[in-house]
């Protein structure tokens, strides 16, 4: 688990060829499921995946500022909604930030490693978590639509340097 951690938040080159088949199968998931990725929510997908970071609507707003006129909060919320809806991104609600999903393709229940050190961020992909929360929340004949667990800890890296 923590090593899936280290290698999602410190290797760009493995995060780099996520993002290109991130973008690539959130084209395909919403042609599956007939929604349009329109231009604006591809390139606002862009931008997040550009970061190795949980960024907020504002800061991507200020990124679509400069490429065109009239871009607006509830344009990005609107966008940030209907990405999160289709699954392509989570919000994490503890840093009130957006970041993509690595398997979007699949419904899940986010689960995010946020470390208290550094601010780093990783998404968790147990399944039996997954299952789990599924049984339960069934169980009280509760219908999940969008769930996130944030966890707070530290990663590997601030957890070496704490022993050195
Ligand atoms: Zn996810
Ligand atoms: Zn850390």
């Known amino acids: 688990m923590l090593n899936e951690a280290r ?6 080159q493995d995060y780099q060829d996520f993002r290109d088949s991130a973008l690539h199968q959130a084209e395909i998931i919403c042609e599956h499921r007939g929604v349009r990725l329109t231009k604006l ?15 907020g ?6 990124v ?3 490429e065109r006129a009239g871009a607006a909060p ?5 966008v940030l909604e209907f990405l999160v809806e289709n699954g392509l991104v989570h919000r994490i609600e503890r840093l009130n930030a957006y970041l993509g999903c690595r398997r979007p393709a699949e ?16 998404e968790m992909s147990d399944k ?8 339960a ?6 219908e999940l639509s969008n769930s996130t667990i944030e966890l707070e800890g530290l990663c590997p890296r601030c957890r070496s340097r704490g022993a050195e």
């Open 7 to 12: 290698t999602f938040l410190h290797e760009p």
């Open 57 to 62: 609507a504002y800061d991507i707003l200020d």
């Open 107 to 122: 419904r899940h229940t986010a689960q995010f490693l946020l470390c208290r050190g550094c601010g780093a961020v990783a």
């Open 64 to 66: 679509l500022k400069k």
């Open 137 to 142: 929340a069934r169980g009280m004949g509760f």
């Open 41 to 55: 929510r591809k390139r606002v997908l862009e931008i997040l995946w550009q970061r190795n970071i949980p960024i």
């Open 74 to 78: 509830p344009t990005v919320y609107r």
């Open 128 to 135: 039996g978590i997954d299952e789990a929360i599924d049984d």
